[in-house]
């Protein structure tokens, strides 16, 4: 399955995972099935590819297509494909375990679950470059929220380098408006900070010291721990040690609650590793904690709070209502995200917010029902923005309409 067959034709590494969520009600061997084939991708340093390309479509269609990356094929399926070299957040624990639960199969479990630790594996011994037991990205596409707000900071001190855009063409803004894309100037860094981590080899020694973005994000240290949490109970069905992953999302959490918390605003923020600081924007991003069981009571109070005040409101957009540059289009500087919202579902009934989890829950199918399976929604009227018949979107529609957030499961 791919995102979008128009924007992204390829095969996206989290999309998968929330795509796999979905099928898991209609057609769980599928969602095996597109799990499988995005491991069987995987690097033999445990790094899942952000994107795997399909051979089937050319280079000129989708850029920056595997020529760009320069990462030599791996064979899949009796076929040779190529992929990226950086990752998204680890959703993919979430959804094995998801599919499993609504249709058993221990099996496919046992398969995945090598691929599935060495993931977490690469994340926490290879991209720690912080020390502080948290994962660093290194390019804002990592995160899967391109161009938050929460990376403004230190996208700042990356030059914006004009003759990227002279050698390279954009194709995103000819199948989508451009003022619903991130700027030219971000795009710029967006390519000027993967030729550098390519042009490195990839490595991630020294990341601090050698590449020009590294930060902490809390939604992906967030889902990297909820993945460690699920890891723990899938060990239970395959027959593996699940204390060791119990371990780590303790130590994931109580890293989260350490360094990225900021009483003050009430939320976690992300953290620039090369100056320590935190960013002072109030994205999405910091709420998405709330989905950790073990996050302290009164963090996710404030959680619940923040998203419920003036600054947010369900559903959930993905930046600060408040904010100056608050942009009810611009990918996710404002607009509303199906995905996001379905993780702060889970996570208010977590915590026992049932009364609140139901409400979003109605928000987001009211939201589809109006408008369609968008990409993305404007947050003020709710019309569908971004591309068309969206899969994830699709998917966790069919989750929703389900009806099984953790405590009724």
Request: charged share 20%.
């Amino acid at each position: 399955m791919v995102p979008s067959r128009t924007l992204y034709p390829h095969q996206w590494s989290w999309d998968a995972a929330f795509i796999g969520i979905g099928l898991a009600h209609v057609a769980p061997e599928r969602g095996w099935h597109d799990l499988a084939s995005l491991f069987a991708a995987q690097w033999p340093d445990g790094r899942v590819p952000h994107i795997v390309f399909d051979p089937g479509v050319a280079e000129k269609d989708y850029f920056p297509g595997p020529a760009f990356w320069e990462v030599p094929p791996v064979r899949q399926d009796g076929r040779s494909v190529r992929t990226t070299g950086i990752v998204q957040p680890p959703v993919h624990a979430l959804a094995a375990l998801h599919l499993h639960r609504v249709s058993p199969a221990a099996d496919r479990l046992r398969e995945l679950y090598p691929a599935l630790v060495a993931q977490q594996e690469y994340l926490l011994k290879h991209r720690d470059a912080g020390g502080l037991g948290l994962v660093s990205i290194v390019h804002p596409w990592e995160s899967g929220l391109d161009n938050s707000p929460s990376w403004d900071a230190a996208l700042a001190r990356v030059p914006a380098d004009p003759e990227v855009l002279a050698r390279y063409e954009r194709r995103d803004t000819s199948k989508a408006v451009a003022s619903h894309r991130p700027t030219n100037a971000d795009y710029a860094r967006y390519i000027g900070l993967a030729e550098s981590y390519r042009d490195a080899g990839y490595r991630d020694f020294d990341l601090a010291e050698t590449h020009p973005f590294v930060v902490e994000c809390p939604a992906f240290n967030a889902l990297t721990a909820a993945a460690e949490a699920a890891l723990a109970e899938i060990a239970t069905v395959v027959g593996a040690d699940p204390a060791p992953h119990l371990e780590r999302a303790a130590a994931i959490t109580e890293a989260l609650v350490g360094h990225l918390y900021d009483r003050e605003t009430g939320q976690f923020h992300t953290r620039d590793v090369r100056t320590g600081e935190l960013s002072k924007a109030r994205c999405v991003n910091g709420l998405v904690p709330l989905i950790l069981a073990g996050l302290p009571g009164e963090v996710a109070e404030s959680l619940v709070a923040v998203a419920e005040s003036a600054r947010f409101g369900l559903p959930v957009p993905s930046y600060d209502r408040t904010a100056a540059d608050f942009d009810t289009l611009r990918y996710w500087r404002g607009p509303v995200w199906i995905n996001i919202n379905w993780l702060l579902w889970r996570g208010l009934a977590t915590h026992g917010y049932a009364d609140r989890a139901d409400r979003l829950r109605t928000a987001m199918l009211d939201l589809v029902e109006r408008s369609g399976c968008f990409e993305y929604f404007q947050p003020d009227t709710g019309e569908g923005i971004g591309t068309p018949d969206f899969s994830w979107t699709a998917a966790l529609v069919l989750d929703l309409l389900a009806e099984t957030p953790p405590e009724r499961e």
